[in-house]
């Protein structure tokens, strides 16, 4: 079988010729237009005599030459690095030389941005535009800069190599707790299995209308494209500016399927939804952080019909886990069990499995375990570690295995319960206490629509809580409301130190709330 990443496209092309493969804006494109966008865009990859496995950086909104770059390399031998469109210079410049990326494919707008940083990039040979006009001076970039049109006509068939499933596809840079985003290393068959894993737990097929509004830079968002490949159905393309986009394009599309995080669960869940909603929206995934129990039953209350897919998964694992919807009434607070070709244990700080009720850390293993880091041995020999002697009986081969991190317990049927990152954890007066346990108390007030809760170094606490929280509200007594509401949900030691309203929360690239940047904010709040 052929197990690489971009088969599923070429294979659906002959399949289903006809078929909408993406939808973006009043564009429609078949899969057999998109197979051949992708075979110009791979010979003009060719032409320049590349070694296999060159990185292509990818720094574009969400559009048809996206996904056309993205395939296209990939079926040239390439790898594909995905570059968060909103990202700025500086960042954008780490990810081009930590990698070496030979050839960027992104705008005027955005390389305009990039003028300052773009000489720093020695391995970039090449800059194609997907909007390339006689206002563009290459002279002052010091690249070669080619129009889309030009690059994709420039067909090389002598210079294809031979494409193996353990060959690199992708590299996926994560925002990470601490320092420089690092590079995840993913092969074809990482990335193919993932695909197909997720594929088959929530039963797409090519009648499904997916609806991809996530940064396809964010792993999570990046599968939106490759399931719908995979089962030959449609994705649409949302480069969203307001929630309420979202809700518009879900009822203007008929969309099926819809993926989300859990801050844009909690801005849209506050929107008022069209019936008719309800009746084509088949399923919707939240991952990167845990649905708070308000949200979800708001969202269960929108879409009775809809069946709802809570999960976890890592950069370094792609997906580990999901909670059937048959499950959300019965335990809700779940994050489930491995998903299909996954493999999921909880170990202690003894080296041991643990038992149902105790805390340790999530630990993956199988094929959907990426490489480790790029060109980062040390941080990789951190994570991607081989399971404890008493797991691996019976195994000739040392097989690694990513420790995640988060800690994380199961139940006694085996349900997978989330309680926090270990970077996130406050330990305060003793104990230890989860952010999430002090946020989703507080979002069921209905003046507070976002929250996050910090643990500030504190000299007599150890860690002392602050909450930072959004609100639509005016109220001048909206922080004693909170307060009054806490003390009565939960026990002294979970009670927040300080608390903080703002107008809105910082979000990373891939839309989650940026902690780490709180966190910088309000570090030294209590050392005078």
């Known amino acids: 079988m052929n197990f690489l990443l971009h088969s599923p496209l070429f294979d659906q092309a002959k399949i289903r010729p006809d078929s909408i493969a993406i939808e973006y804006k009043q564009e429609k494109v078949s899969y057999q237009d998109l197979s051949i966008l992708a075979s110009d865009f791979a010979g003009g990859y060719s032409s320049m005599n590349l070694p296999k496995s060159s990185r292509i950086g990818i720094f574009l909104a969400k559009q048809v030459e996206t996904i056309t770059a993205m395939f296209g390399t990939l079926l040239a031998g390439g790898s594909i690095v995905p570059i968060n469109p909103i990202l700025k210079a500086n960042q954008t410049e780490h990810i081009l030389c930590d990698c070496d990326v030979s050839i960027l494919v992104t705008s005027k707008s955005r390389l305009k941005q990039l003028e300052e940083v773009i000489g720093n990039c020695p391995a970039l040979q090449k800059i194609v535009l997907v909007d390339f006009d006689d206002s563009i001076d290459s002279s002052q970039y010091s690249k070669s800069i080619s129009s889309w049109q030009n690059f994709c006509q420039q067909y090389n068939t002598k210079n294809t190599p031979n494409i193996i499933e353990s060959d690199l596809a992708a590299i996926f840079y994560t925002s990470g707790s601490t320092g420089k985003p690092k590079g995840v290393v993913l092969t074809h068959h990482n990335m193919r299995v993932g695909a197909e894993s997720v594929a088959q737990y929530q039963n797409n097929t090519e009648q499904d209308r997916i ?10 968002g990046f599968n939106q494209i490759t399931t719908a490949m995979v089962s030959g159905a449609t994705v649409i393309l949302l480069d969203y500016l307001l929630p309420k986009d979202v809700i518009r394009t879900l009822k203007r599309t008929n969309a099926t399927g819809l993926a989300g995080v859990p801050p844009l669960w909690i801005q849209i869940t506050k929107l008022t939804w ?16 845990a649905m708070p129990q308000s949200t979800l039953s708001i969202l269960q209350n929108k879409l009775p019909n809809t069946d709802i897919y809570l999960m976890y998964g890592l950069t370094e694992a792609f997906r580990s886990t999901y ?28 080296n041991e499995e643990c038992k149902p009720g105790e805390e340790g850390e999530l630990v993956h293993r199988g094929p959907l375990v990426a490489q480790g880091y790029w060109n980062d041995p040390i941080k990789t020999s951190r994570h ?30 085996g349900y997978l319960y989330f309680i926090s ?12 206490v989860s952010p999430t346990e002090i946020e989703e108390p507080l979002l069921l007030l209905e003046n507070v629509s976002e929250a996050v809760a910090m643990g500030i170094p504190h000299s007599e606490l150890g860690q002392a809580i602050v909450m930072v929280a959004t609100s639509n509200s005016k109220s001048e007594d909206l922080t004693k409301e909170i307060t009054s509401s ?18 809105e929360l910082p979000r990373n690239a891939n839309g989650k709330f940026d902690r780490k940047q709180l966190y910088l904010e309000f570090e030294n709040i209590f050392s005078n």
């Open 211 to 220: 609806l991809a509004v996530l940064p396809f830079s964010f792993d999570y």
């Open 274 to 289: 069209p019936d008719s909603i309800k009746n084509h929206l088949r399923y919707i995934t939240n991952s990167g952080g």
């Open 323 to 350: 909670l059937p919807p048959d499950q959300i009434n019965t335990r809700p607070t779940s994050i489930g069990k491995a998903i299909p070709n996954a493999e999921i244990f909880v170990i202690n700080s003894n």
């Open 384 to 413: 991607y570690k081989p399971l404890p002697a008493s797991l691996t009986a019976g195994r000739t081969v040392t097989e690694l295995a990513v420790w995640s991190g988060d800690l994380v317990k199961k139940d006694e049927e």
């Open 421 to 432: 990152r270990r970077d996130e954890l406050i330990k305060t007066s003793g104990y230890r």
């Open 486 to 503: 806490l003390k009565k949900q939960l026990p002294i030691y979970m009670l927040p130190q300080k608390i903080f309203i703002r107008d």
